[in-house]
């Protein structure tokens, strides 16, 4: 866990806390029978998480607060926010709980925003006197805040730029809070109408129509979960490195974000760099855990990797695109590399940022044959050889990204 990441967290998770605790003491029992109905819904729909890309989900839990906001107070819109946070994240999504405690923050933190507005239109009187223009007023600043809200934690969490986020996940985030408000609208209409009934059966199935889009966003999921195993697979044939892939992943990743490129091609990049060894599949076991210095021939048959790696992955379409990366990971930034000796901007740039991340990892890990340097040393040493063997500005971003405390 990063320091940006410890610092948002802890925070987060204590504003939960004691939003949960001023909630408990300030809830009406009169209401009880109204939050039970709530969150018995908020069960029924917990299943309902869709992720978004880069950072980010979708649920009904705001449907739920905003029913809150006009069927109950301000107080009962709070707690069932928070409970219905727990129920999603530890029992549905299996988070830890301090991961839980921080979802629980941030839609406390929500739910308190689009109360006190309608807070200050009862005790200010501030001069709003249509209710529906209220309440659409309180699911706008809702619906900011949560956009604002998961933009903070995708900066501290992943590293993701405001540039990269709001039109990836932001805005869909955004769009999607406003029409659970227009929905919760007239959900109460239905409920005044034609009784409570109204509200489960039209949430139930509106979680249905959700279906298809989890089903997209469980096989994204799904995907990346089966190339870390891939990766894996290839790791353990070096035992000094079972988490090689997946950690150089998250570097190279960290850099292209730093770098401010465009999140399709994050996507790419995390992707090559999982399967940027999986050509090892096609090199003896013998070579690649040999201790100490390759034979010529041994030497000819390692550089194939690249190659192998490539020539795998090119059939795949959903993989196409990172198979060229994969091809030239170990090109160097003076034509020294392989396999095809590209030099300087003829190298992808996301091959560049494979390669920093690659050598980082590696020498920051122990081998057989010594001790893992330490984070300074590996800087330095890539520092020294930026220019030759790597890029400069892929050095620079590694080096801005990297706590060396």
Known sequence: MTTPERVYSTAIAAI?????????????????????LLLFLALLTSWLRIKLEPFGRI????????????????STALLLATCSAIVGSRFV??????????EVGEEAICTLAATLVLWSQRSLELGLQNPILLFSLAVFVYAGMRTLV??????????????????????????????????ALGLAFLDRQFGFLAIPLATVALADSYYPAKLVSDQRGILYSSLTMIAHAVDLKDVYTGRHAREVADIAVRI???????????????????????????????????PGKLTIDEESAMKQHPVIGAEI????????????????????YDGSGYPD???????PFGSRIV????????????????????????????????????????????ESIIELS
Request: cysteine-free; aromatic content about 4%.
């Open 93 to 102: 999504a299996r988070n830890p709980w301090m991961r839980t405690l921080v």
């Open 341 to 347: 000796g590209l030099k300087s901007e003829e190298i």
């Open 59 to 74: 649920t009904l839990a705001p449907l739920l607060v905003f029913l809150a906001l006009q069927l109950a107070s301000p």
């Open 256 to 290: 292209a974000r730093a770098i401010r490129l465009p999140e399709k091609e994050v996507s790419t990049i995390r992707i090559a760099s999982l399967l940027h060894d999986v050509g090892k599949v096609g090199i003896s076991g013998r070579i690649i855990r040999k």
């Open 355 to 398: 390669l920093v991340a690659d050598a980082y990892n590696a020498m920051t890990t122990d081998r057989p044959y010594r001790r893992a340097r330490s984070k300074q040393e590996a800087i330095r040493i890539l520092k020294e050889h930026a220019g030759s063997q790597f890029d400069p500005l892929v050095v620079e971003a590694l």
């Open 150 to 183: 998961t933009m903070v934690a995708a900066h501290a969490r992943e590293g993701i730029p405001a540039r990269n986020f709001l039109p990836g996940a932001g805005g869909p985030m955004f769009v999607h809070q406003i029409f659970l408000g227009a929905i």
């Open 313 to 332: 992955m090119e059939p795949v379409k959903l993989l196409a695109d990172a198979a060229n990366l994969v091809r030239h990971h170990h090109e160097h």
């Open 16 to 36: 939960g806390l004691g939003l949960t605790g001023i909630a408990i003491v300030s809830f009406d029992v009169s209401e009880l029978g109204m939050l039970g």
